[in-house]
């Protein structure tokens, strides 16, 4: 299929969502920010062409002070905390994982809330009580104790489920823009549309009148293709009847930590 097939393709799917009298609430999630850079810029200045907001995933332990004051002038970009070291604690042959069950449970929450009031110093009422962990990956018994550390969000990636004991709002990501097994480049802009399209197709079979659809992104690992996409995607989407782009206050349900009373 040709670029353009791939597009005509997306726009005729989300055109019988209208017909349906259904809506996707489009949004952003950018993970691994700490500090300020030409790609972060070029970022800000995306989410302010198109107005949609982009839920900002920080280290907190690696977060330089300079990333809150670029931030203090990009109010699309809502900072929340994204791990604490982005290191991997996983045994060799298993997947990467800074949060599963490999170290005592209270040591691990003791390292989120560290980091977390890290992030709290660096942005004050700016960050969001939302959790994304590094490499999507959080074990269920640790998501269940991020409401008691005060998070009112979690946001993994596509699949990703709570585990019985429940745990924060969760709302995942579903489409990755990288290609991270060929050199960390933008996937091929057909790939990602057809892939979307298969998405929204399976979206469009439940019963739900509303879907959120998250885009991954990584503007530190950003080429011209991923650029390029996510530009056009935006672009092509802006005023759908189908299409609405949402924001991490809306899908979270909370702004603050302040807005929760836990200040």
Request: charged share 20%; glycine share 8%; proline share 8%.
């Amino acid at each position: 299929m040709t670029e353009e097939a791939a597009w005509a393709a997306l726009l005729a799917e989300l055109d019988r969502w209208a017909e349906a009298g259904r809506r996707l609430e489009l949004w952003l999630r950018d993970d691994d920010a700490t500090v300020p850079s030409d790609q972060l810029d070029r970022l800000v200045a995306l989410a302010e062409r198109f107005a949609v907001p982009v839920l900002l995933a920080s280290i907190p332990m690696l977060a330089q002070e300079a990333l809150a004051r670029r931030l203090e002038t990009a109010p699309l970009l809502r900072p929340c905390q994204h791990g604490s070291w982005h290191r991997n604690h996983a045994p060799a042959g298993e997947k990467k994982s800074e949060f599963g069950l490999h170290r005592p449970l209270p040591d691990i929450l003791a390292e989120i809330a560290i980091g977390q009031q890290r992030l709290r110093q660096l942005f004050g009422d700016a960050v969001l009580p939302v959790f994304v962990p590094p490499w999507n990956r959080i074990h269920p018994d640790v998501a269940a104790e991020l409401p008691g550390l005060g998070f009112a969000g979690l946001s993994c990636f596509r699949n990703f489920g709570l585990g019985p004991a429940s745990g924060p709002r969760l709302v995942n990501t579903d489409l990755d823009l990288i290609d991270w097994h060929h050199g960390r480049v933008g996937r091929q802009p057909a790939d990602l549309l057809a892939e979307m399209v298969g998405l929204l197709a399976e979206n469009q079979a439940k019963p739900e009148p509303g879907q959120p659809f998250g885009l991954l992104l990584h503007h530190h690992d950003h080429d011209s293709t991923t650029w390029s996409f996510l530009t056009n995607l935006l672009s092509r989407l802006s005023g759908h009847a189908a299409v609405a782009f949402s924001g991490p206050d809306t899908l979270f349900g909370a702004t603050t930590y302040s807005a929760m009373g836990l200040d």
